[in-house]
T-cell receptor, first 118, second 112 residues
Framework: AQTVTQSQPEMSVQEAETVTLSCTYDTSESDYYLFWYKQPPSRQMILVIRQEAYKQQNATENRFSVNFQKAAKSFSLKISDSQLGDAAMYFC???????????????FGKGTHLIIQP | EPEVTQTPSHQVTQMGQEVILRCVPISNHLYFYWYRQILGQKVEFLVSFYNNEISEKSEIFDDQFSVERPDGSNFTLKIRSTKLEDSAMYFCAGGTGQYEQYFGPGTRLTVT
């Protein structure tokens, strides 16, 4: 079974600064997807970014980018120019690509609470 | 942009009662999922549903849980006899089977 670990329960950053959230995972599979989801106080789960394991290029979505290190099984999220609206819980998630087809559920980490200091 | 919707937003029920949580997925999604998040904990997969049957389920999804898509639109999660430990946020999600899953806003279930 796959596991996802987020070792930072809480991170704090000054507005407009850059912050990196860490995630490591354990899997014996070679093909999979990795995601970062954001959960604001409303508790809605919002997709931030996706990375396919077969892609060497790191995914980028505006101010959000990832550092995907497949050999190290590491998948960190970098938020540039942090904004007050970025304050939320951030969850790293893993999904198998093949074993269950589209039926596989996501495996989540425990989350990192991101605080933005004005 | 279409969104996954869930009703009710908050459900309070007494222990032992049955509850039905409802979800309306995005129309082009083929796979549907239920997740649970106990307060302060991580999101946990319960079940996936495809082609009108359960595809995968976790250890959490025991006999007290059931899912169905009765009218081809709504996707429901039924908890037959609720327990205090069922109190949680329940998220419905959908997807095409590739890539990401799109989550609804969740239903907060409180069992008293």
């Amino acid at each position: 079974a796959q596991t996802v670990t987020q070792s930072q329960p809480e991170m704090s950053v000054q507005e407009a600064e850059t912050v990196t959230l860490s995630c490591t995972y354990d899997t014996s599979e070679s093909d999979y997807y990795l995601f970062w989801y954001k959960q604001p106080p409303s508790r809605q789960m919002i997709l931030v970014i996706r990375q396919e394991a077969y892609k060497q290029q790191n995914a980028t979505e505006n101010r959000f980018s990832v550092n995907f290190q497949k050999a190290a099984k590491s998948f960190s999220l970098k938020i540039s120019d942090s904004q007050l609206g970025d304050a939320a819980m951030y969850f790293c998630a893993y999904r198998s690509m093949y074993s269950g087809g589209g039926a596989d559920g996501l495996t989540f980490g425990k989350g990192t609470h991101l605080i933005i200091q004005p | 942009e279409p969104e996954v919707t869930q009703t009710p937003s908050h459900q309070v029920t007494q222990m032992g009662q049955e509850v039905i949580l409802r979800c309306v997925p995005i129309s082009n999604h083929l796979y549907f999922y239920w997740y649970r998040q106990i307060l302060g904990q991580k999101v946990e997969f319960l079940v996936s549903f495809y082609n009108n049957e359960i595809s995968e389920k976790s250890e959490i999804f025991d006999d007290q849980f059931s899912v169905e898509r009765p009218d081809g639109s709504n996707f429901t999660l039924k908890i037959r006899s609720t327990k205090l430990e069922d109190s949680a946020m329940y998220f419905c999600a959908g997807g095409t089977g590739q890539y990401e899953q799109y989550f609804g806003p969740g239903t907060r279930l409180t069992v008293t």
